[in-house]
């Protein structure tokens, strides 16, 4: 990612004010300048910071192979049918841009991450020097950074037809005016990614583990979570993203019986999934209202238990101690930063201290309806 003066991605200028300059040096206004970029989803898909920082989790990012050493790194996906359509002007979708683009609706097919000849990060908009090499614009933005070849010339894959459906129905919500509806875009998208991180958690975890299980049946689809840690929706690479996000979005299908069954099922009572939700919006509290509710808070510590004063410093430690799941973009939501950055191993100690208390002290862990 560049940053700094010399930053080429308006997405991640952390200066919103500068958007508004390269209207200086174009025939365009600045507000077609900030439309051409992700701040166009504000109050659609997210709200933006005071100083106009964009969250990074609704930004796709690119997953590199494991074996070859290197950082994961941002990438633009594209459609090779919609590039290839020489009766259409050449240029990246905005929507592509979004962690929640996985398909093209007009072409029926996966949108692609990196070049189809020598699958490497096509895009080279950062070598903005480059672009005097090629004989036209167009040229420039088809051929592959890395082995030079058109990254339209290929076959594009077809996307199964819930995955279209999926993606026409997230489209909608995009499409959708500011609280048009009581289940808003911003409060939609925000439960919708809550839940497809849910879906991520770690394999061993206690009080989600066989709830997640059984939707991953249910649903008949591969089970994406980690032994050792809970896996990134970023990290994903778009097939499976666009699955896991898919079982989100059938969660909250025929709302709020079909999670509300799933959950009382399950034993997962009202609190289990408000903790699921940072800040979560009223219709998804009132729905999960609904479910039993239990005298045992999360963290183990009953909401009636009363103790003296001098005892209260450790409960509170102990209510910190337990927080299992830390949600790491809470940060973010609650406004203390613009995002947060992932740390793998605070991830491996939390679930190892998990696994060997809830055996010990299983009160601890479990809630009782």
């Known amino acids: 990612m560049v940053r700094g003066k010399t930053d080429l991605n308006i997405d991640h200028l952390s200066d919103i004010s500068a958007l ?3 209207s200086n040096y174009t025939n365009c206004s600045p507000e077609m300048i900030r439309n051409a970029s992700l701040h166009y989803y504000n109050n659609k898909l997210f709200h933006s910071k005071d100083n106009g920082i964009l969250p990074l989790v609704w930004q ?15 990438n633009l996906l594209y459609c090779p049918g919609c590039l290839a359509d020489r009766d259409q002007p050449v240029y ?8 929640v683009s996985f398909a093209c609706v007009r072409c029926k097919c996966y949108l692609r991450e990196v070049c189809p000849h020598c699958s490497k990060p096509s895009s080279q908009m950062k070598d903005a020097g480059a672009m005097s090499d090629y004989k036209s614009v167009d040229e420039y933005l088809l051929t592959c950074g890395s082995c030079k070849k058109d990254i339209s010339e290929c076959k594009i894959e077809p996307a199964p037809s819930h995955i279209i459906e999926m993606q026409q129905h997230i489209n909608g919500y995009l499409d959708q005016a500011y609280s048009a509806t009581e289940r808003y875009s911003v409060g939609y998208f925000r439960v919708l990614h809550s839940l497809a991180r849910m879906l991520l ?10 709830f997640i299980t059984y939707i991953y049946r249910q649903t008949k689809t591969p089970d994406y979570r980690l032994d050792n840690r809970r896996a990134e929706l970023r990290e994903l690479p778009i097939k499976q993203r666009a699955d ?3 079982i989100a979005a059938w969660l909250l299908e025929e ?3 079909r999670l509300i069954k799933l959950c009382t099922k399950h034993g997962i009572n009202g609190e289990s999934m408000l ?5 979560p919006p009223l219709w998804f509290e009132k729905a999960m209202d609904k479910l039993p509710h239990s005298a045992w808070k999360e963290d183990g510590v009953p909401s009636d238990y009363s103790t003296p004063q001098i005892h209260a410093h450790e409960i509170e430690q102990t209510r910190k101690r337990w927080r299992y799941d830390f949600d790491d973009q809470e940060d973010y939501y609650s406004g203390s930063h613009s995002y947060i950055d992932l740390n793998d191993n605070d991830d491996r100690l939390r679930d190892l201290h998990e696994t060997l208390y809830s055996r010990r002290y299983p009160d601890l862990f479990y809630s009782v309806a």
């Open 275 to 279: 903790n699921v939700v940072y800040d």
């Open 92 to 99: 990246y979708r905005r929507k592509w841009r979004l962690a």
């Open 201 to 210: 958690k770690n394999l061993r975890n206690v009080r989600y583990g066989a």
């Open 60 to 74: 796709a990012a690119q997953p590199l192979s494991i074996y070859n050493g290197r950082k994961h790194k941002a």
């Open 20 to 22: 508004d300059d390269l």
């Open 255 to 257: 709302w709020p019986d």
């Open 244 to 246: 896991v996000f898919n």
